[in-house]
């Protein structure tokens, strides 16, 4: 079976500062892989080296077997990479029903014609209300996302990624900044994700780390600091030492 | 609730521009401006070149997000090109729009490969350095443009050989009124269209378009070459229309002039071109009327009115009173 993403001895550095130090991942189709570490570990630059908003240092990037390391975000998105940011990067100003008109119009290709429009696409119709319906958010298809609650955008920010029918997935701290009350809608979605996408979380809340995730990479300084099962990273000494504690002691 | 009508609410979550009552009102004000307002026919065709300039920056600026204080120099390559195909190819005035049109455009495309890979204020720059640079060109190829002393002595021929441009502007009020309606109706169909939604998306957050799978850049150079081309014919309908083409068409004046009518009528609707258009003009010509020497004092007035009590401008303002928002 073809890997979705390989990073292999995947490095960046600043000047002489190293964010990220020779990091080796595989995800296979379908995978559930959290991507844990404390503040500063370096998770964030290894997104945006998988997204290509930076570019290593040294090392790979594969997209189902394709090296991408050169290529621009755009392409990969092309390819099958969908990600989801740690602060909602939406179309604040436009609709509900418009910001995944987007998402659809640039999956299909045809964000770029100039006298028809998404709406034309009933096909794409049905797939934007079956979309909105099951992330109970149709009825506010005709609301500006700045109106919108923040939970309901944590949602939109997820969907948008969805609506791209990615092979792998990106979900920068979905619940970050949710309320409990507001964060069970964000889980079952979570949850309900598409089988065969393979899913990469980077998640500060243990709770859905343990959940959600059948494997988990810890980063610490950059480096993978242990790879393996939900019971192996839980019973490792130095996560708990370097990661798991600090938190149960914060 | 089935499924025909949940796809419905989606299609209706999508804000299009439509022809409303503020467009029956504009088309009533160009009727009565023909039939009863005669003496004012000169002026209102000015009126209309510049709405047609201002629409051809708000799809750029307004629903691109692309800051330019460069514009004028798509209205004076339309301008040249139009008056110099007068002079030497043909006198017929649409074929001369088209090739004001087309060369604005590649000037929009050309220039729109440095302009549109930079932000804020270093584009800024970079379309206000284009303009700068096609002055001085303009300036120095006396031979072709004739320098300072601006482009004249050419014709043009009657509309479809049979509209002859009169003494008193009927032809040339009707001719740049159709033509802006005709413009004002295409960018209506484009803004409504995928590229329109695209050009939203792009202004509101260019990173997630990005990772949305969109080629930014290959987007906004679509929209900034029509964006020219549009200006070109704003360009080419002033030469047509007024039979010289003087430096000011390229100049800084110029441009700042189109960014404060968009400014007094309002961003990304469209129709706040035709506002900002109406109100610079006529006010302009007033105030110089009154007071010849500081008349651009009442316009700095006005725009600081405008600013203060109604940032979205002319447009956003006729939105909030009539409970509909807009494009933004």
């Known amino acids: 079976m073809t890997i979705a993403l390989e990073l292999r001895g995947l490095s960046k550095q600043f000047g002489e500062l190293k964010v990220t130090r020779d990091v080796n991942l595989q995800l296979a189709p379908g995978a559930r892989h959290a991507l844990i570490g404390p503040n500063g570990a370096g998770k964030s630059t290894l997104v945006h080296l998988i997204t290509g908003l930076l570019k290593p240092s040294r090392g790979q990037v594969l997209l189902s077997g394709r090296d991408v390391t050169g290529m621009a975000s755009e392409r990969r998105v092309k390819l099958g990479l969908a990600r989801t940011f740690q602060i909602n990067s939406l179309f604040n100003q436009l609709t509900v029903g418009e910001n995944i008109g987007l998402a659809l119009s640039a999956r299909e290709g045809i964000d770029s014609r100039l006298f028809s429009g998404v709406t034309q696409s009933s096909a794409l119709m049905d797939e934007a209300a079956d979309l909105l319906r099951s992330l109970g958010l149709l009825d506010l298809a005709g609301r500006s996302v700045v109106s919108l609650a923040y939970g309901q955008r944590r949602l939109i920010e997820i969907a948008l990624a969805l609506a791209l029918k990615p092979s792998v997935l990106l979900l920068d701290e979905p619940v970050a900044g949710v309320p409990s009350t507001e964060g069970h809608r964000l889980f079952d979605l979570l949850e309900r994700l598409p089988e065969d996408v393979a899913t990469l979380v980077i998640e500060h809340d243990m709770d859905l780390v343990f959940r959600f995730a059948r494997r988990i990479t810890v980063l610490v300084e950059g480096a993978v600091l242990v790879e393996g099962s939900v019971e192996e990273v839980r019973s490792d000494p130095r996560v708990r030492a370097v990661y798991l504690g600090e938190r149960t002691h914060a | ?328």
């Open chain 2, 1 to 328: 609730m089935n499924k025909l009508s949940d796809a419905g609410l989606v299609i209706a979550s999508f804000r299009r521009q439509s022809y409303t009552w503020v467009d029956a009102l504009l088309v009533l004000a160009a009727v009565l401006t023909f039939f009863f307002a005669e003496g004012y026919l000169a002026l209102a065709a000015v009126v209309a070149v510049m709405a047609v300039f201002a629409l051809s920056l708000d799809l750029a600026q307004g629903y691109g997000g692309v800051e330019s204080l460069g514009h004028a120099a798509f209205f004076g390559m339309g301008a040249y090109a139009a008056s110099l195909y007068a002079l030497h190819v043909s006198t017929e005035p649409l074929s001369g729009l088209l090739v004001a049109a087309v060369v604005a455009g590649v000037v929009g495309l050309v220039s729109g490969f440095a302009v549109l890979r930079t932000t804020g204020l270093t584009q800024l720059m970079l379309t206000l350095a284009v303009a700068t640079l096609l002055l001085e060109l303009a300036n120095v190829a006396k031979s072709v443009t004739n320098g300072d002393d601006g482009l004249a002595g050419y014709d043009i021929s009657p509309i479809f050989g049979l509209f002859k441009f009169d003494i008193y502007g009927h032809t040339a009020f009707v001719y740049a009124c159709v033509v802006l309606a005709l413009i004002y109706a295409l960018l209506k169909k484009l803004v409504n269209s995928s590229i329109g939604l695209t050009a939203q998306g792009i202004r509101e957050n260019p990173v997630r378009m990005r990772m949305l799978g969109v080629t930014v850049e290959r987007r906004l150079w679509v929209l900034y070459t029509i964006s020219a081309a549009i200006a070109g014919v704003a360009g080419g309908l002033s030469a047509q229309i007024n039979r010289i083409v003087g430096l000011d068409s390229l100049s800084f004046t110029l441009s700042a002039n189109v960014v404060v009518m968009l400014a007094l009528g309002g961003t990304g609707r469209l129709y706040g071109a035709f506002f900002g258009a109406i109100i610079f003009v006529v006010l302009s010509d007033r105030a110089a009327a009154l007071d010849p020497t500081n008349w651009l004092a009442v316009l700095g007035v006005v725009l600081i009115l405008i600013v203060r009590y109604a940032p979205d401008g002319v447009a956003g303002w006729v939105a909030r009173i009539s409970g509909k928002e807009g494009a933004k």
